[in-house]
């Protein structure tokens, strides 16, 4: 049976609407898979540490030479590629901070990027290790990003993760934004914005 890797990295809980549409997102597939298997990870409430440079020489040390300090300083980035490796398929809530993936996200991405592991260079050419993946990213921005609007070019948070998981070897992907969330702090009904938001999750859940 399929496995889903669940993780989130918005702060703000109850009040996140990507939380929201991933769990709506979650709820759609395991009705679509039954018996399948959903692992949660929840970057905010996981401290993770920055890269050191202690952590890159164990990383590149070959396994069955690494002293058990650098096993040591491995452990947390062993555990998070292990998740990645076993299941079939990822959802991602992200929301946008200062046009960016939030910090909880990029310490996780510099964790799982990991030579060997996620990718390698076969005669100087990068190629990703994590294949046969899919990977759903569910955005929520303040502000309306799309292609044509005057702040388009500012959104550097689809490009960024569209890249570094093309990288990684994940492929097919689906990119689906709650634009214009600001403007729930603002007076606007929270059910009537999440509709078409929640009913475009669902259907692409259903379908995977």
Same mark, same amino acid.
């Given at each position: 049976?399929?496995?889903?890797?669940?993780?989130? &990295? &918005?702060?703000? !809980?109850?009040k996140?609407?990507?939380?929201?549409?991933?769990?709506?997102?979650?709820t759609?597939?395991?009705?679509?898979?039954?018996?399948? #298997?959903?692992?949660?990870?929840?970057?905010?409430?996981?401290?993770?540490?920055?890269?050191?440079?202690?952590?890159?020489?164990?990383?590149? #040390?070959?396994?069955?030479a690494?002293?058990?300090?650098?096993?040591?300083?491995?452990?947390q980035?062993? #555990?998070?590629?292990?998740?990645?490796?076993?299941?079939?398929?990822?959802?991602?809530g992200?929301?946008?901070?200062?046009?960016?993936?939030?910090?909880?996200?990029?310490?996780?991405?510099?964790?799982?990027a990991?030579?060997g592991? #996620?990718?390698?260079?076969?005669?100087?050419?990068p190629?990703?290790?994590?294949?046969?993946k899919?990977?759903?990213?569910?955005?929520?921005?303040?502000?309306?990003?799309?292609?044509?609007?005057?702040?388009a070019?500012?959104?550097?948070?689809?490009?960024?993760?569209?890249s570094?998981?093309?990288?990684?070897?994940?492929?097919?992907?689906?990119?689906?934004?709650?634009?214009?969330?600001?403007?729930?702090? !603002?007076?606007?009904?929270?059910?009537?914005?999440?509709?078409?938001?929640?009913?475009?999750?669902?259907?692409?859940?259903?379908?995977?």
């Amino acid at each position: 049976m399929p496995t889903l890797l669940h993780i989130d &990295s &918005s702060p703000q !809980y109850d009040k996140s609407v990507s939380r929201q549409l991933t769990s709506a997102f979650v709820t759609e597939w395991k009705s679509a898979h039954p018996g399948g #298997t959903v692992v949660e990870r929840d970057l905010n409430a996981t401290t993770i540490l920055p890269i050191t440079a202690e952590w890159v020489a164990a990383a590149y #040390t070959p396994e069955n030479a690494r002293t058990p300090q650098q096993n040591d300083l491995l452990k947390q980035s062993d #555990t998070l590629l292990a998740e990645l490796e076993q299941a079939d398929e990822y959802v991602f809530g992200v929301p946008m901070h200062n046009f960016g993936v939030p910090s909880a996200m990029k310490l996780w991405i510099d964790q799982i990027a990991r030579a060997g592991r #996620t990718f390698a260079y076969v005669d100087g050419k990068p190629k990703g290790l994590l294949t046969g993946k899919k990977a759903t990213f569910i955005i929520a921005t303040g502000g309306k990003y799309d292609p044509q609007t005057q702040m388009a070019s500012f959104n550097f948070v689809e490009p960024y993760l569209h890249s570094v998981f093309a990288f990684l070897g994940v492929t097919d992907t689906t990119f689906l934004t709650a634009g214009g969330t600001a403007a729930l702090n !603002y007076g606007e009904d929270r059910d009537v914005f999440l509709a078409p938001h929640l009913q475009a999750v669902q259907t692409h859940a259903h379908i995977l």
